[in-house]
């Protein structure tokens, strides 16, 4: 893989959400690596990843389950919640992430918002 660009990791079931981040995030010079379910990200690995993009809503492990389980192996990475369900949206429950965003998101704020992360944690923020 490129080393060059930036890894994006995007966690989520619904496999056409999976195919437009990849678009979108390969459009914005990003390598993305998609995975249908938090078992298959973690089986991959966290070493390389510079972004999370993580639905909560899964089966099995679920996005809040999943963000605890890369805190503690990655406590530095930034790590992005995304759900259609606008009531899980509390934000005690969305501490310790970088950004949360209902489906169907903003494009353009979602890109940003990595941008931010990146730009924080190659600075040590």
Known sequence: M???RPIVAVVDDDPRLLESLEE???S???AACCFRSAGQLLV???ADLDVLITDI???DTNGFELRDIVKKARPDLPVFLITGRH???DQSRAQGISGFFRKPFNAPALLV????ALQES???G
């Open 28 to 30: 914005a010079g990003y």
């Open 24 to 26: 979108l995030l390969e």
């Open 44 to 46: 991959r690995g966290l």
């Open 113 to 116: 918002a990595i941008a931010e």
């Open 87 to 89: 009531e899980i949206a």
């Open 122 to 124: 190659t600075n040590g």
């Open 2 to 4: 490129d080393n060059t």
């Open 57 to 59: 809503g899964m089966p």
